[in-house]
């Protein structure tokens, strides 16, 4: 039986609609998962029971994590923000990560997951690290943007031709990026 990936959803307060994008679906199920799309305005109170029915989760990307939950006051840089989705989110991981459930974070789920584990993130790549990479996509939106490397002895590095891979990089004009740092777990082999 195929393992069900639980993945997050994005929450769209004036349309009053979650809503994820279907290629998160197709590449669970291209990699042999049953993708199970959990919406954004649940309560903490479904996280443990929901982590018990799943075999995996994956973090969607999406706006801002608020940066009152890892200890700062908002910059005028900073994004958007869904506090509730924040919430839900961070309870949920929170569980992952206490049974050991395999997560998988893509861009703001990466960056929830290391908050969730105690970490930090900067809340604007632009104005907090010197020489930062571009981070809007200018090309087709299948064109990868920058490289990230795997590292050697991790899970992803043998299913990898090259050691370098180019990421695409999907934007929306009303999302700041914010960048991890503060690894609470150390690096993560995935």
């Known amino acids: 039986m195929a393992p069900i990936i639980g993945i997050t959803s994005s929450y769209d307060r004036e349309a009053g609609r979650t809503f994820l994008s279907r290629y998160y679906v197709e590449a669970v199920e291209a990699a042999g998962g049953t993708p199970f799309i959990l919406p954004s305005v649940l309560s903490e109170r479904h996280s443990e029971q929901i982590i018990q029915s799943i075999d995996g989760l994956l973090l969607s990307g999406g706006v801002d994590v608020d940066p009152i939950l890892f200890g700062e006051e908002p910059i005028p840089a900073m994004g958007d923000i869904c506090p509730q989705r924040d919430l839900f989110e961070i309870s949920l991981t929170k569980y992952a990560l206490e049974k050991d459930t395999p997560i998988f974070g ?34 087709p939106r299948w064109h990868g943007t920058h490289t990230i490397k795997t590292l050697p002895g991790s899970k992803l590095a043998p299913s990898l031709e090259r050691k370098l891979l180019l990421i695409p990089f999907i934007t929306s004009p009303l999302t700041r990026w914010q960048k991890v740092f503060g690894l609470p777990l150390g690096p993560m082999m995935v």
């Open 106 to 139: 893509i861009c703001r789920g990466i960056q929830l997951l290391n908050i969730a584990a105690g970490g930090n993130v900067f809340q604007d790549i632009v104005t907090s690290i010197a020489k930062p990479l571009k981070h809007d996509q200018s090309g």
